[in-house]
């Protein structure tokens, strides 16, 4: 089970519930990825066996790769699972998948990855435990924006239901993602959002991290980018932090603004509502080309 870089809810709760699955049926799993599970996802079912993998020793039958549409994603990673599995399946929504595996399994038209996952595993008729509904509720809760997301359908909600039926605890999962900042973190939301810039016409709004101004820890418990997000005028809202000498980008938008035309622009992809991508240089330039990308998008 391999994750992608900088692993989230989405990523991990479908690999964890699929592994878990296969697991009651004598499968022996390995997860892990490039990067190491958040901290503030320690709830999860099973995250604790999530390792950071460097490499792939020995043979695998099957490396599953979930919501993973960049194979460049998995620093090379993916590479390794070619020649080291039999067979690489690929089980994502993204409409700018690569399909990159032997079995790639793309529906654009699910909201979420963890709909997905539910429905392979209830086609395999495979037991919908209180652990693996946890992790598949979990997905798809922060996989539509907390079910926000023009995407979301009447299936979506049918599937969580389902899920919150076979043990999955909304209140449990909604507290380990939203009500466990210290009071120090709290302050340092606070500081981080006063430097939001909104453009003069109010339809864009951006925050720019350099290297250092916040814990890696705290950008990967706090959606950032939701908060420029959700100023009434803003159609699109930025974040870029500096991650070395690279400045890693989230865009998320409102309305007619297809941000993934933006992120294809640069490398990246994701969703009409949601893309990023990651690109080489300085924190000021990054910020100055990627704003006039986003203006040109969103004039008249």
Known sequence: MLGHVHPDADVLG???ALGLALEARGW??????????PGALGFLPGVERYQVLKSL?????????????????????IDQAKTAASVVVNIDHHPDNRRYGHVNWIDTTAAATGEMVYR???GLEAAITAPIATNLFTA????TGSF??????????QIAADLVAAGAEPAVVSSALYERRGAGALRMLGETLSRIQVSEDG?????ALPAGSVPETFVESEELVNYPRSIDSV??????????NSVKVSLRGKGDVDVQKIAAKFGGGGHPNAAGFTVPGALEPVTRDVLAAVRAAVSP
Do not use: K, Q
């Open 148 to 157: 926000r997301y023009s995407n979301v359908t009447p299936a979506t909600f």
């Open 235 to 244: 159609r699109v809202a930025c974040l870029l932090r500096v991650l070395g």
């Open 140 to 143: 798809v809760h922060t996989d």
């Open 203 to 207: 339809r864009v709004a951006w925050l």
């Open 57 to 77: 020793e020995g043979a695998f039958d099957v490396a599953v790769l979930t919501d993973c549409p960049n194979p460049g994603r998995t620093e090379g990673l």
């Open 28 to 37: 022996r799993i390995v997860y892990g990825g490039p990067h190491p599970a």
């Open 14 to 16: 479908t690999l964890l």
């Open 120 to 122: 392979l595993l209830v």
